[in-house]
């Protein structure tokens, strides 16, 4: 019984920390640590502001590639 | 009275020249104007992020921002995205800390027509993308300037996005290997107290299973670099240590493998992971400096003018340089950087030339004298006559020679590499012939392992000897002497980028030091100072001659005089500044007198008619006032207090001292004296000095050289070890590989006794790792090693090996 227990804590463990691994992966493939300095510091500005303003990039750069589509499809 | 701080940079100025605006203090109309833009825009929560920290003052650009859009601009810098933007590449001066990325990149993406800003904070470098048909990127530029930062552009590589790519690889593949480290370690400390304290068959295969599961992709994954490098080491022949770390850690997983499918004993996948990842830790470093010479290399070249102005038939257009020809007029303007050798025609002005020769005070130039790319015209506007092409001038070729030695970097071989070769040829043989003796003979003096086949048992013990065998000690025996030599070194002020240079710098026979800047202090002081008439009115006139002017021979008796009398500033009316040879004025005081005021070298002296004898090796400077001399000052270059201790405890040590330098002869012969320097060439220009070094390398000398500006990045790059100060320009410490951050060539001594001393642990080191192996592979190869001892043996040869290194810390 306590050796069942014990591999099902191994296998849950392992999976869990795979898992953080590979969110941690795909965060440093989309460059999000390829700047050490600016990772730091970034998080020193986390207000609301702050985060507004990067949802607000965010869309800015997601409208900006739709609206080219539009202005080009009808030609 | 007293000191106030800027409301906009945080720098602290006195009170008096404060520009005063409500409750606020700006040092300049630069802050004050940024300061309002910020506030108006809604951007001051810039300051309290910033807190403390001070930022430059708004720098006064006055070039043309039209520059910007023209085709040849745009064909070398502007890329076109796949959605039809247009995409540039630029590096952002002034940026301190993360507050200015934060509000460079917030008002970039306020402003209309930026599709995206990103800002890399460890080497200001700036994508940007835009709507050509909504901004042009003259505007763009002029954004940045106005909230007080300047941008350049510059070239992004092929190189460099590779440099960005390879280190992006480098580091996920290390961080997986460390992540599965550390859990592998958290099963390890399980298995082990299990070893001793009893522990059910069952869970023991439960925890090799975790292991394997944590240990493959370290080994597949992030051990597939070795793989690579084993693999290109094969094709060229040569048995790296590649093909040691990734055979060692192969086999060493396979008989884990066979353990945790049914064999009996002990797995090893927790000594898979550690070797890869110990190793892999130091690989990254590698490309981590790999990459930050690449980003410097982009910072000259940004600094490089793209066009000229020419004259043709009295019109004046503005060509790439990659058009000029040879024989074109160029014209240049005060404070412009010649981008092309030539010969001047008119105009006469003195020029800064230290970018080439390290000498920092400014040479006068007329006509008919060359013109050298790189250097600075101070003062004046002058046509010259092209004598190069682009591709042919200083400058061009100083940093297309600078490229290709960063490529072509003399590897110095590890002394384990040497090693490595034999003893994995020498272990797989005696790993195999004990399988084929075992097997075909059936020798049996050890263990016995239940109902295990005569193969099985042959396997198991042919595998325990590469396991014995396992390259951690022999592995470590280098990194880990030299990690802790370093931080040594660090302790005095001297940063070394990678840790195999201190093993170069124990080998080494030759020194060779520049003499601006390394052995002298590179800048002129007063060696003797004479005044005749001690009047405060009239020394305060001096006083206000040498503030009018940046000379460094100026700028130097200011300091000293400022030492000894308490001076103001009078204003001096029609200050002139006579080329190369000091200044002139007039100033009328409270009576309405006149007084004539001149302030210079003999020769101007003499051409204001005013008689005096003086002789002196050193440059002079004479101070008179209505055709009287009433103050001289001599001034010298000093040396450096220990460079003497430095050059004999160098020629004690066996090392050949070798001076190089860009001045003329007879100061050479005297500075080389003066520090006990027999071998010393002078009249060497920048590339002389690299042709020279390498000439050095050609007869086999491991060559140390130390230098400081940009003359020297060359030389620096040749060299097997290269050492610059710290006060150096960027380039030259981004070449070098070592940093004597405090300048003192007292400490550059203490390095080469820290690295012989560290280089005497890593023979010992190795010496113990071997001698290991020589004693526990016999009773591997008898069968006579039970898993127990291979376990504690395989971690206790790694012990020795670091605590031997440790050594090298006690006794100063």
Request: charged share 25%.
């Given at each position: 019984m306590i050796n069942d227990t014990l591999l099902?804590?191994?296998?849950?463990?392992l999976i869990v920390s795979f898992a953080i691994l590979g969110m941690f992966i795909w965060g440093a493939k989309d460059g999000q640590f390829d700047d050490g300095d600016k990772m730091m510091d970034g998080l020193l500005f986390d207000s609301t502001d702050d985060l507004n303003d990067a949802v607000k990039k965010e869309e800015k750069i997601e409208e900006s590639k739709k609206g080219q589509k539009k202005s080009e499809s009808p030609e | 009275m007293g000191n106030v701080k800027c409301d906009h940079c945080h720098l602290v100025f006195d009170d008096d020249v404060m520009i005063k605006d409500n409750e606020l203090n700006f040092c300049?109309?630069?802050?004050?104007?940024?300061?309002?833009?910020?506030?108006?825009?809604?951007?001051?929560?810039?300051?309290?992020k910033l807190g403390n920290k001070t930022i430059s003052p708004p720098?006064?650009?006055?070039?043309?921002?039209?520059?910007?859009?023209?085709?040849?601009?745009?064909?070398?810098?502007?890329?076109?995205?796949?959605?039809?933007?247009?995409?540039?590449?630029?590096?952002?001066?002034?940026?301190?800390?993360?507050?200015?990325?934060?509000?460079?990149?917030?008002?970039?993406?306020?402003?209309?027509?930026?599709?995206s800003a990103d800002i890399n904070f460890s080497n200001n470098k700036a994508k940007i993308i835009w709507n050509d048909e909504k901004i042009k990127l003259s505007e763009i530029i002029l954004k940045i300037r106005s909230i007080g930062y300047n941008a350049y552009a510059y070239d992004a590589t092929v190189a460099d996005e590779k440099a960005v790519k390879s280190k992006r690889d480098y580091f996920i593949r290390m961080m997986v290997a460390i992540f599965a480290s550390m859990n592998i370690m958290m099963l390890s400390v399980a298995k082990y107290t299990g070893f001793f304290t009893g522990i059910e068959d069952e869970i023991k295969t439960y925890i090799h299973l975790g292991e394997f599961i944590l240990a493959t992709p370290v080994l597949f994954y992030s051990g597939w670099i070795f793989y690579k490098g084993a693999y290109?080491?094969?094709?060229?022949?040569?048995?790296n240590m590649d093909f040691l770390v990734s055979s060692g850690a192969t086999l060493t997983y396979i008989y884990s493998l066979y353990i945790l499918f049914g064999g009996k004993g002990e797995s090893y996948f927790d000594s898979v992971t550690m070797i890869i990842t110990f190793v892999l830790v130091g690989k990254y470093l590698e490309v981590l400096g790999k990459k930050s010479a690449v980003d410097t290399l982009d910072k000259i070249k940004s600094t490089i003018p793209l066009e000229a102005t020419i004259v043709e038939n009295g019109v004046k257009k503005t060509l790439a340089l990659n058009n000029i020809n040879v024989g074109d007029i160029v014209e240049i303007r005060s404070g412009e950087k010649v981008c092309i050798d030539g010969r001047i025609i008119s105009g006469e002005g003195s020029f800064d030339e230290s970018s080439l020769t390290g000498e920092s005070i400014p040479i006068y130039k007329q006509k008919n004298d060359l013109l050298y790319s790189g250097t600075i015209n101070n003062d004046s506007l002058i046509r010259y006559e092209v004598t190069k092409s682009y591709q042919d001038s200083t400058l061009n070729s100083i940093v297309t020679l600078l490229e290709d030695s960063l490529s072509s970097k003399p590897e110095i071989e590890y002394k384990a590499n040497e090693i490595s070769k034999g003893f994995t040829v020498s272990i797989l043989t005696l790993s195999l012939l004990t399988f084929l003796i075992w097997y075909f003979f059936g020798i049996d003096l050890g263990f016995d392992y239940d109902?295990?086949?005569?193969?099985?048992?042959?396997?198991?013990?042919?595998?325990?000897?590469?396991?014995?065998?396992?390259?951690?000690?022999?592995?470590?025996?280098?990194?880990?002497?030299?990690?802790?030599?370093?931080?040594e070194l660090a302790k005095k002020g001297l940063l070394f980028k990678e840790a195999k240079f201190v093993e170069t710098f124990a080998k080494a026979d030759t020194l060779v030091l520049d003499k601006t800047g390394t052995i002298t202090k590179g800048e002129l002081k007063v060696k003797k100072m004479r005044i005749m008439d001690k009047n405060i009115h009239k020394l305060n006139l001096l006083y206000s001659l040498l503030d009018a002017s940046t000379h460094p021979i100026s700028q130097s008796i200011k300091r000293e005089l400022l030492k000894k009398y308490d001076l103001t500033l009078k204003d001096l009316e029609s200050v002139k500044n006579i080329q190369a040879k000091g200044m002139i004025a007039k100033y009328k005081n409270v009576d309405d007198k006149l007084f004539h005021i001149v302030g210079g070298n003999l020769?101007?002296?003499?051409?204001?008619?005013?008689?005096?004898?003086?002789?002196?090796?050193?440059?002079?400077?004479?101070?008179?006032?209505?055709?009287?001399v009433i103050a001289t000052f001599e001034l010298a270059d000093e040396i450096k207090e220990d460079a003497k201790e430095l050059v004999l405890d160098a020629q004690n040590n066996g090392l050949d001292v070798i001076m190089l330098t860009g001045d003329n002869n007879s100061v050479a012969s005297a500075v080389a004296s003066k520090v006990g320097i027999k071998n010393y060439v002078s009249n060497i220009d920048p590339i002389g000095k690299a042709d020279y070094i390498k000439k050095l390398r050609d007869e086999g000398k491991v060559v140390v050289m130390a230098g400081d500006g940009i003359n020297d990045s060359v030389a620096l790059a040749s060299s097997n070890v290269s050492v610059a100060m710290g006060n150096s320009a960027d380039i030259t410490i981004s070449v070098s590989d070592v940093v004597l951050l405090n300048n003192s060539l007292k400490s550059l001594k203490q390095a080469f006794k820290i690295s012989r001393r560290t280089y005497k642990f890593i023979k010992q080191n190795l010496f113990i790792s071997l001698f290991y192996n020589l004693v526990t592979i016999p009773l591997a190869m008898a069968g006579l090693v039970i898993p127990l001892v291979a376990a504690l043996s395989m971690s206790l040869s790694s012990l020795l090996v670091v605590a031997n290194s440790m050594r090298i810390k006690i006794k100063d």
């Amino acid at each position: 019984m306590i050796n069942d227990t014990l591999l099902m804590m191994l296998i849950v463990g392992l999976i869990v920390s795979f898992a953080i691994l590979g969110m941690f992966i795909w965060g440093a493939k989309d460059g999000q640590f390829d700047d050490g300095d600016k990772m730091m510091d970034g998080l020193l500005f986390d207000s609301t502001d702050d985060l507004n303003d990067a949802v607000k990039k965010e869309e800015k750069i997601e409208e900006s590639k739709k609206g080219q589509k539009k202005s080009e499809s009808p030609e | 009275m007293g000191n106030v701080k800027c409301d906009h940079c945080h720098l602290v100025f006195d009170d008096d020249v404060m520009i005063k605006d409500n409750e606020l203090n700006f040092c300049c109309k630069g802050c004050q104007g940024v300061y309002h833009l910020l506030k108006s825009d809604g951007l001051d929560s810039f300051y309290d992020k910033l807190g403390n920290k001070t930022i430059s003052p708004p720098l006064d650009v006055h070039d043309d921002v039209i520059r910007f859009d023209t085709k040849s601009f745009e064909d070398t810098f502007v890329k076109n995205t796949e959605d039809d933007y247009k995409q540039i590449d630029l590096i952002i001066e002034g940026i301190h800390c993360a507050a200015c990325i934060w509000l460079n990149e917030k008002v970039l993406y306020n402003t209309n027509g930026i599709i995206s800003a990103d800002i890399n904070f460890s080497n200001n470098k700036a994508k940007i993308i835009w709507n050509d048909e909504k901004i042009k990127l003259s505007e763009i530029i002029l954004k940045i300037r106005s909230i007080g930062y300047n941008a350049y552009a510059y070239d992004a590589t092929v190189a460099d996005e590779k440099a960005v790519k390879s280190k992006r690889d480098y580091f996920i593949r290390m961080m997986v290997a460390i992540f599965a480290s550390m859990n592998i370690m958290m099963l390890s400390v399980a298995k082990y107290t299990g070893f001793f304290t009893g522990i059910e068959d069952e869970i023991k295969t439960y925890i090799h299973l975790g292991e394997f599961i944590l240990a493959t992709p370290v080994l597949f994954y992030s051990g597939w670099i070795f793989y690579k490098g084993a693999y290109f080491g094969l094709k060229n022949k040569i048995l790296n240590m590649d093909f040691l770390v990734s055979s060692g850690a192969t086999l060493t997983y396979i008989y884990s493998l066979y353990i945790l499918f049914g064999g009996k004993g002990e797995s090893y996948f927790d000594s898979v992971t550690m070797i890869i990842t110990f190793v892999l830790v130091g690989k990254y470093l590698e490309v981590l400096g790999k990459k930050s010479a690449v980003d410097t290399l982009d910072k000259i070249k940004s600094t490089i003018p793209l066009e000229a102005t020419i004259v043709e038939n009295g019109v004046k257009k503005t060509l790439a340089l990659n058009n000029i020809n040879v024989g074109d007029i160029v014209e240049i303007r005060s404070g412009e950087k010649v981008c092309i050798d030539g010969r001047i025609i008119s105009g006469e002005g003195s020029f800064d030339e230290s970018s080439l020769t390290g000498e920092s005070i400014p040479i006068y130039k007329q006509k008919n004298d060359l013109l050298y790319s790189g250097t600075i015209n101070n003062d004046s506007l002058i046509r010259y006559e092209v004598t190069k092409s682009y591709q042919d001038s200083t400058l061009n070729s100083i940093v297309t020679l600078l490229e290709d030695s960063l490529s072509s970097k003399p590897e110095i071989e590890y002394k384990a590499n040497e090693i490595s070769k034999g003893f994995t040829v020498s272990i797989l043989t005696l790993s195999l012939l004990t399988f084929l003796i075992w097997y075909f003979f059936g020798i049996d003096l050890g263990f016995d392992y239940d109902g295990a086949s005569s193969f099985e048992k042959s396997f198991i013990v042919a595998i325990s000897v590469i396991v014995i065998a396992c390259p951690c000690a022999l592995a470590l025996a280098t990194p880990i002497a030299s990690l802790i030599g370093i931080s040594e070194l660090a302790k005095k002020g001297l940063l070394f980028k990678e840790a195999k240079f201190v093993e170069t710098f124990a080998k080494a026979d030759t020194l060779v030091l520049d003499k601006t800047g390394t052995i002298t202090k590179g800048e002129l002081k007063v060696k003797k100072m004479r005044i005749m008439d001690k009047n405060i009115h009239k020394l305060n006139l001096l006083y206000s001659l040498l503030d009018a002017s940046t000379h460094p021979i100026s700028q130097s008796i200011k300091r000293e005089l400022l030492k000894k009398y308490d001076l103001t500033l009078k204003d001096l009316e029609s200050v002139k500044n006579i080329q190369a040879k000091g200044m002139i004025a007039k100033y009328k005081n409270v009576d309405d007198k006149l007084f004539h005021i001149v302030g210079g070298n003999l020769e101007l002296m003499k051409e204001n008619n005013i008689h005096y004898n003086f002789d002196s090796l050193n440059s002079v400077y004479l101070f008179a006032i209505n055709k009287r001399v009433i103050a001289t000052f001599e001034l010298a270059d000093e040396i450096k207090e220990d460079a003497k201790e430095l050059v004999l405890d160098a020629q004690n040590n066996g090392l050949d001292v070798i001076m190089l330098t860009g001045d003329n002869n007879s100061v050479a012969s005297a500075v080389a004296s003066k520090v006990g320097i027999k071998n010393y060439v002078s009249n060497i220009d920048p590339i002389g000095k690299a042709d020279y070094i390498k000439k050095l390398r050609d007869e086999g000398k491991v060559v140390v050289m130390a230098g400081d500006g940009i003359n020297d990045s060359v030389a620096l790059a040749s060299s097997n070890v290269s050492v610059a100060m710290g006060n150096s320009a960027d380039i030259t410490i981004s070449v070098s590989d070592v940093v004597l951050l405090n300048n003192s060539l007292k400490s550059l001594k203490q390095a080469f006794k820290i690295s012989r001393r560290t280089y005497k642990f890593i023979k010992q080191n190795l010496f113990i790792s071997l001698f290991y192996n020589l004693v526990t592979i016999p009773l591997a190869m008898a069968g006579l090693v039970i898993p127990l001892v291979a376990a504690l043996s395989m971690s206790l040869s790694s012990l020795l090996v670091v605590a031997n290194s440790m050594r090298i810390k006690i006794k100063d």
